[in-house]
């Protein structure tokens, strides 16, 4: 079967560095994707990483070691704005997306 | 620029009766398109699919139906609600090419409440 595991909930304080993790066993790999989902609203996305390394976009950065069936998603800096989910999605041999349950973050003051 | 649209935001339905969602993708042809809902607290469940006008994947067993009239719209349907049916349905669409990935958008979601 093909299974995403993410932390269900974590909590960070304002400023600091989060790193929320994913670790994936699918059927194939075609890439791995962030989105970011905030209450009540459609999700919206974050990164995409195919090779291993990492990417950084600002604030955000995405981690993938495929070999490992792992990836992290960081984020540094963290304001109040940043408190939503974090869903994990990886694109599997029929180019499907396999998504993950999603961490909820909260950010404390 | 691309947007996705979907309707009603929000939505009040007693069981048995029929589901109509409706949305609607502007500034691109041929999009791929997709079903999800969302249990409360809950990652996304993939309902159904199109590559194309007519072309409808299913991946959930239920009484669930989807339709795709025109190119760039993608119909959710039900004749008969069940409670389990409640959740927030998320419409997306993704730029065309099998064997090719691409991010998908997500439209601002309907939330159904089964009664």
């Known amino acids: 079967g093909q299974n995403i595991d993410q932390p269900t909930e974590m909590t960070a304080t304002e400023g600091a560095i989060v790193q929320i993790n994913c670790t994936y066993q699918t059927s194939g790999f075609n890439g791995l994707f962030w989105y970011q989902q905030h209450a009540g609203e459609a999700p919206t996305f974050l990164s995409y990483?195919?090779l291993d390394g990492l990417e950084e976009k600002g604030r955000f950065s995405s981690f993938l070691s495929r070999s490992k069936g792992y990836s992290y998603l960081l984020l540094k800096e963290l304001q109040m704005k940043d408190s939503a989910s974090y869903l994990c999605?990886?694109?599997?041999?029929?180019?499907?997306?396999?998504w993950g349950a999603g961490t909820k973050l909260i950010i404390k003051p | 620029s691309q947007t996705i649209h979907q309707w009603p935001a929000t939505l009040v339905q007693p069981v048995g009766s029929p589901l109509s969602l409706e949305c609607t993708v502007e500034?691109?042809?041929?999009?791929?398109l997709y079903w999800y809902r969302q249990a409360a607290g809950r990652g996304l469940q993939l309902l159904f699919y199109?590559?194309?006008?007519?072309?409808i994947s299913s991946e959930v067993p239920q009484n669930l139906s989807a339709s795709r009239p025109q190119d760039r719209q993608f119909i959710l349907s039900s004749k008969k609600l069940l409670l389990s049916d409640s959740g927030f349905y998320l419409c997306?669409?993704?730029?065309?090419?099998?064997?090719?990935?691409?991010?998908?958008?997500f439209g601002p979601g309907t939330r159904l409440t089964v009664t």
């Open positions: 199109s590559v194309g006008i007519g072309q």
């Open positions: 999605a990886v694109v599997d041999s029929n180019y499907q997306l396999i």
């Open positions: 997306a669409w993704s730029p065309t090419g099998a064997g090719d990935v691409r991010e998908q958008y």
């Open positions: 990483n195919v």
């Open positions: 500034g691109t042809s041929n999009p791929n």
